[in-house]
């Protein structure tokens, strides 16, 4: 029996020739990650454990993107927390305000992730690092504590689901309403446990964005990673990023799958998940008239340029509706850099758009954008739980950069037709 | 090692947001943690939540964000285990790494009711309801990850 290509990755740095689903191994991380909000907590396990130094200044991120920049006087001492510890002790991949961006965003741009690796990241969407063929998945703080100090984690090794990815996706349908359309599918425990493994020759049609936006999401689907194979457009966008030796990795012909779904790129429509679960998916003609206070564009799912580019493109010229509020936050400094220099941030402000520095912020409910009881919010982010974004009354619709651009100037849930 | 309580039920996919809400992330402070354990679920979880109790659910429990506090939370809030059909991983991972006791039992997460008397007996997975006189059979934990629990935590073990 063959191999998954996640069963590949962890084999690998488990130092075995083969491991298969539900066994127990022990791995060595070429990454682990933190943020301001998962961090403080593993710095005390750390401390707590009496650990003195780190396996490797160079494996380990701390991004400061949650409550950044600090919201209140607890956010900054978090904040402050981690940039003790980073200092002390040498970390060298260390992103604070001015530099930082949101952590899954970042760590691709940076380089810091390549095909083949293998990392941990005390954060639900570590996963998103699938889409450049790496084996990523969120863990805990202690998880992270013990990444830290060992730069080792254990794994229970999953089995797998193989989406097989064919056609090409229609004009303002992208990686989010593919993405939207599997979780509405399989449902939130639909891959729980299991990887989710994207293959096939539409892959060549989806780009780097719109992977990463849907590894992302594998999370939302219960999944311990989602993964993609790995082509010349990810070789590619690696190209000018990693400066190191990586290794790809492909699923063995005979590797077995628990379940294999086909999903043609071309029948997929814009796609909507109502409050309060990611499975809640209606396709955009089924919405029906549902009106809304907020907008949000951006998070590590949505905030990257060709989102940016696609909302500019529907908000140029026309104006936010009365009433409603539209938050753009660029994921990056390199991105909002971009966009400045596309002109895509004077589109959003002539349209009557907040431009943010990048944070995680409303995404979260911890800042810039909060909720009040009975507000609704169409955002391009990745849950829409009870209180996500603030009051346990509010409600979040999670759509693609297109449909919020779209809704926002309408008011109300929107096709792009509606207002192109 | 025994755990006896009254049980608090929830139905599917309890996130993690619900369990402790994000605006109350920006501390570690297990008490304070505990104070706003369920709020965005069960308002009044932290008032009627006795020292010994136990949280039952059904499917996908804990699912969302990988935040640690959501098993801190719960813990300091008295709970003495979690029983749920299935778990989302992260917490899976995060309450063995942290020490909370938790079963994966379908039939007890099924039948056992809110306010019903249970007992847990970890070291063979019966589970008895006291209240309506059943016991049910969780799954046991392979022995690695009962070597990760019985040291208290994943960096306890380490330590060894």
């Given at each position: 029996m063959g191999m998954t290509m996640t069963q590949k990755i962890l084999a690998a740095h488990a130092g075995l020739e083969k491991v298969e689903a539900g066994q127990l191994i022990k791995c060595k991380l070429d990454m682990v990650l933190g943020n301001d909000v998962t961090t403080p907590v593993a710095i005390k396990e750390f401390q707590k454990a009496g650990f003195d130094s780190v396996f490797d200044k160079t494996k380990i991120s701390m991004v400061m993107d949650h409550f950044t920049p600090n919201k209140d006087i607890k956010a900054a001492g978090q904040c402050k927390l981690c940039r003790d510890f980073a200092n002390e002790k040498g970390i060298v991949n260390y992103f604070d305000v001015g530099d930082m961006g949101i952590e899954h965003a970042l760590l691709p741009e940076k380089g810091l992730v390549a095909p083949g690796e293998l990392v941990i990241g005390a954060d639900s969407h570590t996963c998103t690092y699938g889409a450049l063929g790496a084996f990523s998945t969120g863990v805990g703080s202690t998880d992270m504590a013990a990444g830290m100090a060992t730069g080792e984690a254990w794994f229970k090794v999953p089995s797998a689901i193989k989406f097989n990815i064919t056609g090409k996706l229609n004009e303002w349908v992208s990686g989010k309403d593919v993405i939207l359309h599997i979780i509405g599918m399989?449902?939130?425990?639909?891959?729980l446990y299991k990887s989710m493994e994207f293959v096939g020759d539409g892959i060549k049609n989806l780009s780097m964005d719109d992977r990463l936006a849907m590894a992302n999401m594998a999370i939302e689907a219960g999944a311990k990673n989602g993964i993609f194979i790995v082509d010349e457009i990810t070789k590619a966008y690696v190209s000018d990023k990693v400066n190191r030796e990586y290794k790809v990795y492909e699923p063995d012909a005979d590797a077995k799958y628990d379940a294999v779904y086909d999903i043609?790129?071309?029948?997929i429509k814009s796609t909507v998940a109502f409050p309060h679960l990611p499975e809640n998916t209606r396709t955009i003609d089924e919405v029906g008239e549902v009106k809304i206070d907020q907008v949000v564009i951006g998070s590590c799912t949505n905030g990257r340029m060709e989102d940016l580019q696609v909302a500019a493109k529907i908000l140029k010229g026309k104006h936010v509706a009365k009433n409603v509020r539209c938050i753009v936050i660029p994921a990056t400094q390199k991105i909002y850099m971009q966009a400045m220099k596309e002109g895509l941030l004077e589109i959003f402000i002539n349209a009557g758009c907040a431009v943010s520095t990048p944070t995680c912020g409303p995404c979260l409910g911890g800042h810039m954008g909060i909720l009040a009881a009975g507000e609704r919010a169409v955002a391009t982010t990745n849950r829409n739980f009870v209180g996500r974004m603030g009051h346990p009354e509010s409600e979040v619709y999670l759509a693609s950069p297109a449909i919020a651009a779209a809704s926002a100037i309408t008011g109300k849930i929107s096709d792009v037709s509606e207002v192109l | 090692m025994k755990a006896f309580g009254t049980v608090h039920k929830y139905g599917d996919n309890v996130d993690t947001d619900v369990i402790i809400p994000a605006r109350y992330l920006n501390t570690t402070d297990h008490k304070e943690l505990a104070a706003h354990c369920m709020e965005d679920i069960d308002p009044d979880f932290v008032k009627k939540v006795k020292e010994g109790d136990i949280i039952v659910a059904n499917m996908n429990f804990g699912c969302g964000s990988s935040r640690e506090h959501a098993p801190i939370a719960i813990k300091a809030s008295g709970i003495s285990c979690v029983i749920a059909s299935t778990f989302a991983r992260i917490f899976y991972r995060n309450a063995i790494n942290t020490a909370l006791p938790i079963l994966e039992c379908d039939e007890a997460a099924k039948k056992i009711e809110d306010g019903d008397q249970v007992e847990i007996d970890f070291d063979t997975g019966i589970i008895t309801n006291k209240t309506k006189n059943e016991t049910y059979q969780a799954q046991p934990f392979p022995e690695f990850i009962k070597e990760i629990i019985n040291a208290g935590g994943l960096l306890n073990s380490l330590k060894k």
């Amino acid at each position: 029996m063959g191999m998954t290509m996640t069963q590949k990755i962890l084999a690998a740095h488990a130092g075995l020739e083969k491991v298969e689903a539900g066994q127990l191994i022990k791995c060595k991380l070429d990454m682990v990650l933190g943020n301001d909000v998962t961090t403080p907590v593993a710095i005390k396990e750390f401390q707590k454990a009496g650990f003195d130094s780190v396996f490797d200044k160079t494996k380990i991120s701390m991004v400061m993107d949650h409550f950044t920049p600090n919201k209140d006087i607890k956010a900054a001492g978090q904040c402050k927390l981690c940039r003790d510890f980073a200092n002390e002790k040498g970390i060298v991949n260390y992103f604070d305000v001015g530099d930082m961006g949101i952590e899954h965003a970042l760590l691709p741009e940076k380089g810091l992730v390549a095909p083949g690796e293998l990392v941990i990241g005390a954060d639900s969407h570590t996963c998103t690092y699938g889409a450049l063929g790496a084996f990523s998945t969120g863990v805990g703080s202690t998880d992270m504590a013990a990444g830290m100090a060992t730069g080792e984690a254990w794994f229970k090794v999953p089995s797998a689901i193989k989406f097989n990815i064919t056609g090409k996706l229609n004009e303002w349908v992208s990686g989010k309403d593919v993405i939207l359309h599997i979780i509405g599918m399989i449902g939130v425990d639909g891959a729980l446990y299991k990887s989710m493994e994207f293959v096939g020759d539409g892959i060549k049609n989806l780009s780097m964005d719109d992977r990463l936006a849907m590894a992302n999401m594998a999370i939302e689907a219960g999944a311990k990673n989602g993964i993609f194979i790995v082509d010349e457009i990810t070789k590619a966008y690696v190209s000018d990023k990693v400066n190191r030796e990586y290794k790809v990795y492909e699923p063995d012909a005979d590797a077995k799958y628990d379940a294999v779904y086909d999903i043609d790129l071309g029948k997929i429509k814009s796609t909507v998940a109502f409050p309060h679960l990611p499975e809640n998916t209606r396709t955009i003609d089924e919405v029906g008239e549902v009106k809304i206070d907020q907008v949000v564009i951006g998070s590590c799912t949505n905030g990257r340029m060709e989102d940016l580019q696609v909302a500019a493109k529907i908000l140029k010229g026309k104006h936010v509706a009365k009433n409603v509020r539209c938050i753009v936050i660029p994921a990056t400094q390199k991105i909002y850099m971009q966009a400045m220099k596309e002109g895509l941030l004077e589109i959003f402000i002539n349209a009557g758009c907040a431009v943010s520095t990048p944070t995680c912020g409303p995404c979260l409910g911890g800042h810039m954008g909060i909720l009040a009881a009975g507000e609704r919010a169409v955002a391009t982010t990745n849950r829409n739980f009870v209180g996500r974004m603030g009051h346990p009354e509010s409600e979040v619709y999670l759509a693609s950069p297109a449909i919020a651009a779209a809704s926002a100037i309408t008011g109300k849930i929107s096709d792009v037709s509606e207002v192109l | 090692m025994k755990a006896f309580g009254t049980v608090h039920k929830y139905g599917d996919n309890v996130d993690t947001d619900v369990i402790i809400p994000a605006r109350y992330l920006n501390t570690t402070d297990h008490k304070e943690l505990a104070a706003h354990c369920m709020e965005d679920i069960d308002p009044d979880f932290v008032k009627k939540v006795k020292e010994g109790d136990i949280i039952v659910a059904n499917m996908n429990f804990g699912c969302g964000s990988s935040r640690e506090h959501a098993p801190i939370a719960i813990k300091a809030s008295g709970i003495s285990c979690v029983i749920a059909s299935t778990f989302a991983r992260i917490f899976y991972r995060n309450a063995i790494n942290t020490a909370l006791p938790i079963l994966e039992c379908d039939e007890a997460a099924k039948k056992i009711e809110d306010g019903d008397q249970v007992e847990i007996d970890f070291d063979t997975g019966i589970i008895t309801n006291k209240t309506k006189n059943e016991t049910y059979q969780a799954q046991p934990f392979p022995e690695f990850i009962k070597e990760i629990i019985n040291a208290g935590g994943l960096l306890n073990s380490l330590k060894k």
